[in-house]
């Protein structure tokens, strides 16, 4: 660790002695410096809620510094790519800024947890190490055998871990500090295109995102203390947590992602404990501390606090938000704290926010219309806390996911890129200083996504509806049968009201058929083993899905814990079916 700091407090949530800036800076350099005038910070606890590090902007600051003059004293040129396993630790946010302070791009990489096996994450951080062409390569010391790994197949000029970098003998002159139209961090991406991508973003974006984002998305005020358990390599946890929290001086405090996997109600507790107001997770973190949440994890705690439970990072899946709700509305929380956005990479991070206090509002939308089999005026929205759960009747729950932030132009488009009106179902477009400049080093991924004008195509399909985004689903996620558009997430969704079948369990393809038909497929983790139990279950999945859409689809069982993930943590329904094509994703079943 770069010299733990032994604080036994944690950083304040208040600070009278510095006004508020949201990000309005030219640089994150500028950013930096001004927090480090005030005495807010960021705090690292671990899995049981302990503080384990406090770690104020001005020592972030100075280590930043140290950091940065040493990478421009061992020769490292402006925009080398310094690659970063990005562990929840004051290590990896202190590299990550000092590589600013030498005009070097940090690239965040993800950690194994996402992956399914040893040799699986090798090949991923080598991939992304030489699609970035990073020149070095910094490790937490637990991770430093398979990291080097992958890193020995390149020839850096450094490998190794946090202690090994600072042990250089170099003699520190000056840093090298970048403008504002430089790029200031590679952002790997699930993405729009075939494979992840880094995500090219310059200082002038990030500002300006995170300006958006304090000032219109969650509206940071004098008493807001953001916590996070989301990992750094995603761009929620590392701009949404981290970089919006320190260009608006706000204190973050953060609980490893493996830790929050292993004890979850350890999010709450902190919450609770630290009096936090903002934080944000994916459906399943939700649905995680629902499911754990027995009588003894429930005392003590106190979620009048919290301003903004934000929902981002895939679908927002209504069932499981309205079970949330109950679950902790007898320790103060209130369903209009809700506030699902959208957002991706490629556009820094956020999109579009629904305003503070109003919570979840949904469509229910007859399916013929989101197939494109009708045409219909789309309904008006109800509220989260009057409505019943999950898709009902060939309806399904569509979430808004607010209004656009200022600096974005929307529009929803056709198959012929003609602009729609509201309540059409279309290919989502944004425009604004915060879409990225491109895939680093991949003029033909970012042809086709971005044009010359500016325009990203997003990759996702929705509408607009007063003002409000509505999103539908992945374009190239749809099932087309016999000219007819199926959405997966409600193929997995009838799969997921059968007991014992949780959210992530299943996947939703199709498959090429005898006569060059694609054939509708459901992937469905199963642990059984008996032949007989394992028809039954087949037959099972077979009645549900026919009662609940009305198609017939073929099940294929595979492993448990084997349906692949992004880095994010997202179902990768592409290599899903690619796997399972290829025979990597198997199992004996019946259809």
């Known amino acids: 660790m770069l010299g733990i700091n032994l604080m036994t407090q944690p950083t304040p949530t208040l600070d009278a002695s510095l006004e508020r800036k949201y990000a309005e800076f030219d640089t994150l350099i500028d950013a930096v410096e001004y927090a480090a005038k005030g005495v807010r910070g960021i705090n690292f606890y ?130 090298r500090l970048p403008k504002t139209d430089d790029l200031d961090y590679l952002q790997y991406s699930s993405g729009s295109t075939r494979f992840p991508h880094g995500v090219s973003v310059t200082h002038k974006s990030l500002m300006v995102n995170c300006h958006d984002m304090g000032k219109y998305g969650v509206q940071l005020i004098e008493g807001d203390r953001c916590l996070s358990w989301l990992p750094f390599y995603h761009d929620m946890g590392l701009v949404g947590t981290f970089l919006t929290s320190l260009t608006c001086q706000t204190t973050v405090d953060y609980l490893p992602t493996e830790d929050f996997a292993r004890r979850p109600m350890t999010w709450l507790k902190l919450l609770s404990d630290n009096k936090a107001t903002v934080t944000y997770s994916p459906t399943f973190g939700y649905d995680i501390c629902a499911r754990r949440a027995g009588k003894s994890a429930m005392e003590g705690l106190d979620l009048s606090s919290w301003k903004v439970a934000g929902i981002g990072g895939d679908m927002i899946r209504v069932e499981v938000m309205k079970n949330f709700a109950e679950k902790f509305a007898s320790v103060g929380f209130e369903p209009t704290t809700f506030v699902p956005s959208y957002g991706l990479a490629e556009c820094t991070l956020a999109v579009s926010f629904m305003p503070i206090g109003v919570g979840i509002v949904v469509d229910k939308v007859d399916e013929r219309v989101i197939s494109g089999e009708k045409q219909a005026q789309l309904p008006h929205g109800a509220r989260l806390n009057g409505m019943t759960n999950g898709q009902t009747n060939g309806y399904r729950d569509i979430v808004n996911c607010g209004v656009p932030l200022p600096s974005y132009e929307l529009e929803i488009r056709d198959e012929s890129g003609t602009a729609l009106a509201d309540h059409n179902i279309g290919r989502v477009f944004v425009r604004g200083e915060s879409v990225m400049r491109d895939y680093y080093n991949d003029p033909e991924a970012t042809a086709a996504c971005l044009s010359k004008d500016g325009w990203l195509d997003t990759g996702d399909m929705g509408y607009m509806h007063a003002g409000s985004l509505y999103i539908v689903g992945r374009a190239k996620d749809l099932i087309i049968i016999n000219g007819k558009n199926h959405w997966p997430q409600d193929l997995e969704w009838a799969v997921e009201q059968i007991e014992g079948i949780r959210s992530g369990d299943t996947a939703a393809i199709s498959l090429p058929g005898t006569n060059d038909e694609e054939v509708p497929t459901l992937l469905v983790q199963c642990r059984l083993r008996d032949d007989d139990e394992r028809k039954a279950f087949v037959e099972e999945i077979k009645i549900q899905v026919m009662k609940t859409t009305g198609i017939q689809c073929q099940i294929e069982l595979v492993p448990p814990r084997t349906l692949p993930r992004t880095s994010s943590g997202k179902l990768s329904r592409v290599k899903a079916r690619a796997q399972f094509i290829s025979g990597v994703l198997s199992s004996p079943t019946v259809h």
């Open 46 to 175: 671990s899995s049981r809620g302990e503080l384990v590090e406090a770690l104020t902007y001005t020592e972030l600051r100075d280590r930043a510094v140290d950091i940065g003059k040493r990478l421009v004293a061992m020769g490292y040129e402006k925009n080398d790519r310094i690659a970063l396993i990005a562990d929840t630790s004051a290590d990896f946010v202190c590299f990550f800024v000092g590589c600013q302070y030498a005009s070097l791009l940090p690239v965040p990489l993800p950690l194994p947890t996402s992956f399914g096996g040893r040799d699986g994450y090798v090949d991923q951080l080598a991939g992304q190490m030489k699609s970035c062409g990073a020149t070095a390569v910094v490790t937490p010391l637990s991770m430093q055998e398979l990291v080097l790994e992958a890193a020995n197949r390149f020839d850096f000029k450094f490998k190794g871990t946090p202690e090994q970098f600072l042990a250089e003998d170099v003699v520190l002159g000056d840093t």
